[in-house]
């Protein structure tokens, strides 16, 4: 009987430690680095749980950000291993830092004449917007955190979606605040 309680306390605590990172990957914008960036995940037997990929304001370099989960030793094996790579410039692991994420879903509603203006209620509650609208159906897009996005098509099933496409997650790391009495000596310096 105490083995059990072990048992489930130990599993219950890998579970905790087990939590969901945000890896920001800088990357040089070549043919099958996306590719290699995917494979070094699923040959080690780790899940990406989104992926977004786009060009930097310098053409030749694409940033990546990495949504996946794992303890501490998992994460820091994930970092290590990305800056393997050849056509990797820079990892953080955004989780170590402040930082900003969002997440965008266009969501394709069939309304019915009696259930258009409480689409509108919604799309409003969550500061959404329409972007496209039929005589049967509402497009609406949404951004905010995961918990925002998954609030509004909770609040939407019931209505009846007819598509949903989410864009995973986007994020940058804050810059420090500084102080304004540090800002202040600063100046009286210059």
């Given amino acids: 009987m105490l083995n059990d309680w072990i048992g489930l306390l130990v599993l219950k605590l890998s579970e905790l430690k087990k939590m969901e990172h945000i890896i920001s990957v800088t990357v040089e914008n070549k043919f099958g680095v996306l590719s290699r960036v995917a494979g070094l995940f699923s040959g080690r037997g780790f899940n990406i749980e989104s992926l977004s990929v786009a060009p930097t304001l310098d053409p030749s370099m694409s940033q990546m950000t990495i949504v996946t989960s794992g303890d501490e030793r998992i994460i820091e094996q994930i970092v290590k291993q990305l800056n393997k790579l050849i056509d990797v410039i820079k990892v953080v692991d955004l989780n170590e830092t402040e930082f900003v994420s969002r997440e965008t879903a266009i969501i ?19 500061r959404a917007n329409v972007i496209d609208s039929t005589p049967t159906t509402y497009t609406i897009e949404v951004s905010g955190d995961p918990k925002k996005i998954e609030a509004i098509i909770n609040l939407l099933q019931p209505l009846g979606i007819k598509d949903l496409v989410r864009t995973g997650r986007v994020a940058v790391a804050r810059e420090p605040v500084r102080s304004t009495a540090a800002q202040t000596k600063k100046v009286a310096r210059e």
Avoid: G, N, S
């Avoid at 394709?108 to 969550?126: P, S």
């Fill in 108 to 126: 394709k509603v069939h309304t019915k004449d009696q259930d258009r203006a409480e689409a509108l209620r919604i799309v409003d509650i969550f």
